[in-house]
Structures are given as C-alpha cells and as structure tokens.
Nanobody
Framework: QVQLVESGGGLVQVGGSLRLSCAAS????????MGWFRQAPGKAREFVAG????????DYKDSVKGRFTISRDNAKNTVYLQMNSLKPEDTAVYYC????????????????WGKGTLVTVSE
C-alpha cells in the first residue's frame, strides 16, 4: 500500500508560480513511476506530467510544456511539480499518482492516487 499526500496548492495570480509536492509513504517509492493529473470543475481528470522511476524520463501534456517541470527525490520519497507562468485554465484540483508499471500517462495506469490539492489561478 502507498499513501500519497499532496501539498502546495493555493491561490495565485495569472503569470505566477506554485510548487506542488507529493510525499509518499508505504512501499518503496522508487519502484513507482509518478505523475500529476488534474481535474477542473465539470471536466474529466487529465494527465499533466509523468516521471520515470529513477527520474531520467519525463512526459508532459502539450499545454504545460515549457511552463511545468516534474521532478522527484527518491531519498525523500517526494515528487514535485513546479508550475510557472500559470494561466486561468490551469485552475483545477491536482492529484499525485503512482504507477507500478512505469511513467504514467493514462488514468488506467494508476495504482494509487492522492486526495488532491486545489490550485486556483485568478485573472
């Protein structure tokens, strides 16, 4: 069993930055590919970013490329999402996710979910 706890969400103005963190406990963190997904009000949950077990490979949703950076520290059992140049359309609940098979991309890849942290980008 893996427990994932997100933090770092909040209210930020357009163009601002936030860094989300996800602390993992339970089984060995480094055996899981990790990812961030988000769900805006009235919309389906979607992939945002993923990172491989050792952190050597990353993947991003097209609309966040160049603005968001996913990283991980396996010594601290933590994955991060640095979000810069935030836009109103980035407003959503952001979820941390773990995939035993590798770098997550789809909802069906996910074995464990966090409870989410709300990011609100104001005009």
């Amino acid at each position: 069993q893996v427990q994932l706890v997100e933090s770092g969400g909040g209210l930020v103005q357009v163009g601002g930055s936030l860094r989300l963190s996800c602390a993992a406990s339970g089984r060995t963190f480094s055996i899981y590919g990790m990812g961030w997904f988000r769900q805006a009000p009235g919309k389906a949950r979607e992939f945002v970013a993923g990172i491989s077990r050792a952190g050597g490979s990353t993947d991003y949703k097209d609309s966040v490329k160049g603005r968001f950076t996913i990283s991980r520290d396996n010594a601290k059992n933590t994955v991060y999402l640095q979000m810069n140049s935030l836009k109103p359309e980035d407003t959503a609940v952001y979820y941390c996710a773990a995939d035993r098979q590798g770098t997550p991309r789809g909802l069906n890849d996910i074995e464990y979910w966090g409870k989410g942290t709300l990011v609100t980008v104001s005009e």
